[in-house]
């Protein structure tokens, strides 16, 4: 009988009974620092437990792992937003996503939660669209489904793509990365043949920002959670729909006092305390400036920076870069 009673005690803490979001920093060698949310469905022992990577962009590139809450999976469920997923948010310092070391962080993550392999799903936005491009391209085989919003992709073949239900997402007013971007993905992917995984939607009249509504609507998660390695053909599920009215939509029904979320964070950094100088006309790019961090330290917008410098968002900045401010 005390057999039994130590048994059940061992079993019971590998379900876990509350939702945790977990700081890593240096865990994983030649990697990124990341978030792990673990949600209150986690069960450690049947390995159902899907996963959610979620890409950032540039906006919260550095080296505050905080700023990867600004959007995004993590600041939908602090929105109230039901995620029933293992979320792995890692944090990009400045540059573009590397395939190669996202998925060291997801080879750990597998190890140590023992999530499902075959509902391994992927979304991004703006710098993070480009990176969910590029990774799914890198790893079909690993990727149930992937949801690139805003973005474009820099790989030198894109026929692994058309392996993957994939969802690209584009509003045709983004002043920040021109649909066109997009529109080359798709090109290069029917180049490669058989596009029948593949959703393009290019919607009318949407700003760059305007897509960050995705990830707080029930149907982003419905519809990657609803494909899977398992399936035989891997179809593409179309019967979801993101429209303008749906986006309008994002952030309504959510519940902020239902989120019961302990988290995690044994070292969580200061903000820059940097000297200014309120009349520089210049500033020279550090390891992991970005330009939203520039923008904020001399009270300017990215825009801004950018029409200056001749720049993108998704520009990558070099370390002893000029960045003029006026």
Not at 1 to 29: G, H, N
Not at 212 to 240: C, G
């Amino acid at each position: 009988m005390k057999k039994i009673i130590a048994a059940i005690l061992f079993i019971i803490p590998l379900y876990a009974s509350s939702q945790k979001l977990i700081a890593y920093r240096d865990s994983v060698k030649e990697s990124y620092n990341f978030w792990v949310y673990v949600p209150e469905c986690y069960d450690s022992v049947s390995g159902t437990t899907p996963t959610v990577l979620f890409l950032h962009g540039q906006s919260l590139c550095g080296r505050k792992l905080s700023m990867v809450r600004r959007y995004g999976p993590l600041h939908a469920l602090s929105m109230g937003r039901n995620i029933n997923a293992v979320i792995v948010a890692p944090q990009n310092p400045g540059s573009a996503w590397k395939p190669e070391k996202i998925i060291k962080i997801i080879d750990w993550v597998t190890d140590k939660y023992h999530t499902d392999t075959n509902r391994l799903y992927v979304i991004g936005m703006s710098l993070g669209g480009y990176g969910t491009i590029d990774f799914t391209g890198s790893y079909p085989d690993k990727v149930a489904a992937a949801m690139a919003l805003c973005g474009g992709g820099t790989l030198k073949s894109y026929c692994g793509l058309t392996n993957v239900p994939l969802w690209i997402m584009h509003g045709t007013a983004d002043k920040a990365v021109g649909v066109s971007q997009s529109q080359a993905v798709v090109d290069k992917m029917i180049e490669c043949g058989d596009t029948s995984r593949l959703i393009f939607d290019k919607l009318r009249g949407a700003s760059h920002g305007r897509l960050a509504r995705t990830f707080y609507l029930p149907e982003t998660y419905e519809w990657l959670f609803s494909h899977s390695l398992t399936d035989s053909s891997r179809q593409v599920n179309k019967n979801i729909t993101i429209t303008n009215s749906t986006l309008d939509l994002a952030y309504q029904n959510l519940d902020k006092e239902s989120i019961n979320l302990k988290v995690i964070d044994p070292n969580p950094q200061a903000s820059s305390n940097d000297p200014i100088d309120p009349n520089a006309k210049y500033y020279v790019i550090k390891k992991g400036d970005t330009l939203s961090r520039v923008a904020k330290k001399y009270h300017t917008t990215v825009s801004k920076l950018c029409k200056i410098n001749h720049l993108k968002e998704t520009s990558i900045l070099q370390i002893g870069q000029k960045i003029y401010l006026k």
